[in-house]
T-cell receptor, first 111, second 112 residues
Framework: DAKTTQPPSMDCAEGRAANLPCNHS???????VYWYRQIHSQGPQYIIH???NNETNEMASLIITEDRKSSTLILPHATLRDTAVYYC????????????FGKGTSLLVTP | DGGITQSPKYLFRKEGQNVTLSCEQN?????MYWYRQDPGQGLRLIYY???????QKGDIAEGYSVSREKKESFPLTVTSAQKNPTAFYLC???????????FGQGTRLTVV
């Protein structure tokens, strides 16, 4: 699986949009971009995934650049409960491939 | 409620003892996974299983063993051969290996 690069930490004011970047310059054509988050001492939670089109669900939006070498996870109105470590993962959507987590980005949402 | 359950939440063992961590899911998922997390680090894959009676080593399988005798259960044994067993252990499952994974709440193992 391609490796990803994320900033180690970010801050965001409550109510503002949180934009979390991820670089995956070696991504292959058949690799998807996944985002998970982990609140302290809990199991990770799936947020969203995509291949090349932008995706949106009730939690977040995923913007993937046209060359697919980077992506941005957007939390449109961050709340204090969004404080967590966010992981960007790229992987083949096929049997036999598990998720490989890096160190992620620690997002702190402040009042 | 459907979900994935790990027990216990906290576990203490003496050095040199084997210990088995439980992971049960009632989601009818085929694939199950075990990860280890150390303070300030990401998750590292220990073992995973795509179907009953089959499993593969992950990146850090040494000192660990698993079994998959039932679809619902994927216990992890931390053996005395694991040199640094103190960690946070997370179990996950998914419909197949290629979809969204659901995680348990983890077991924090401390070996003294």
């Amino acid at each position: 699986d391609a490796k990803t690069t994320q900033p180690p930490s970010m801050d965001c004011a409550e109510g503002r949009a949180a934009n979390l970047p991820c670089n995956h310059s070696t991504i292959s054509g058949n690799e998807y971009v996944y985002w998970y988050r982990q609140i302290h001492s809990q199991g990770p939670q799936y947020i969203i995934h995509g291949l090349k089109n932008n995706e949106t669900n009730e939690m977040a939006s995923l913007i993937i650049t046209e060359d697919r070498k980077s992506s941005t996870l957007i939390l449109p109105h961050a709340t204090l409960r969004d404080t967590a470590v966010y992981y960007c993962i790229v992987r083949v959507l096929a049997s036999g491939y598990a998720l490989n987590f890096g160190k992620g980005t620690s997002l702190l949402v402040t009042p | 409620d459907g979900g994935i359950t790990q027990s216990p939440k906290y576990l203490f063992r003496k050095e040199g003892q084997n210990v088995t961590l439980s992971c049960e899911q009632n989601l009818n998922h085929d694939a199950m996974y075990w990860y280890r997390q150390d303070p300030g680090q990401g998750l590292r894959l220990i073992y995973y299983s795509q179907i009953v009676n089959d499993f593969q080593k992950g990146d850090i399988a040494e000192g660990y063993s698993v079994s998959r005798e039932k679809k619902e259960s994927f216990p992890l044994t931390v053996t005395s051969a694991q040199k640094n067993p103190t960690a946070f252990y997370l179990c996950a499952s998914s419909v197949e290996s290629n979809t969204e994974a659901f995680f348990g709440q983890g077991t924090r193992l401390t070996v003294v």
